[in-house]
């Protein structure tokens, strides 16, 4: 998302409206390969589009402790929204997700992330925002966790469940750098916000009506220092 006058964001959404994923909001197979985990906490780092849905869209899954908003895929010293947005960082906008694996599968997470929280097939762009930096990546943190996501891609593509072919990267996790508090909770605390009405409270709408059984009412919020 571009931090642009509130008219012209309106304009550009509005201009653009369909390019997302409202067609692909339904429920697609579970993945095939999914280990199971018995630690209490596991951790996911996934890019698709504007943190600020993706975090909206994890804050409601069960299972979820935790939702960070940052980047990832390029170094330390890059990670501020103002580089990031020049597209020439190698970052991400990214999500950092904590969840306890007994309650939610990372492959379930994935199960969500490639359904309902944004179009897996668009290269470089969500909706109306364009460049590198809104790509679709998952960074895996463990081997067991690429090998999910690279069986679950094969899988859905063999399927044929998209349009085109899904487009999503598996990168190299390099480290995960959390955001600036004012995007931290962005969507719960900015509801009327356009971008957020047209580009991202349908995602959580569609969260809810596609997947009930990993649905939660209550977001789980990141406390703000």
């Given at each position: 998302m571009r931090l642009v006058p509130l008219f012209a964001a309106a304009a550009l959404i509005f201009?653009?409206?369909g390019?997302?994923?409202a067609?692909?909001?339904k429920q697609i197979p579970a993945p095939a390969v999914d280990p199971s985990n018995a630690a209490a906490s596991e951790v996911a780092v996934?890019?698709?589009?504007?943190?600020?849905g993706q975090q909206g869209v994890f804050q409601h899954v069960k299972g979820v402790t935790k939702v960070v908003s940052g980047y990832s895929g390029g170094a330390a010293n890059t990670a501020t929204y103002e580089q990031v947005t020049t597209e020439t960082t190698g970052h991400a906008e990214s999500v950092q997700i904590t969840f306890d694996p007994k309650v939610i599968s990372y492959g379930r997470l994935l199960q969500i992330f490639f359904s309902v929280s944004h179009d897996p097939t668009e290269v470089n762009r969500q909706g109306p925002d364009e460049g590198t930096s809104y790509r679709t990546a998952i960074f895996p943190q463990s081997p067991v966790q690429a090998a999910t996501a690279r069986a679950y891609i094969a899988q859905l593509d063999a399927a044929h469940l998209f349009p085109r072919a899904i487009a999503t990267r598996i990168e190299p996790f390099k480290g995960f750098y959390a955001a600036e508090g004012y995007h931290q909770n962005y969507l719960v605390l900015n509801p009327t916000q356009p971008y957020i009405v047209y580009n991202d409270l349908p995602k959580v709408a569609a969260l809810k009506r596609v997947w009930p059984q990993y649905w939660q009412e209550k977001p789980v919020l990141l406390a703000r220092s």
């Open positions: 201009s653009v409206a390019v997302c994923a067609d692909l909001q996934l890019a698709g589009g504007c943190f600020w």
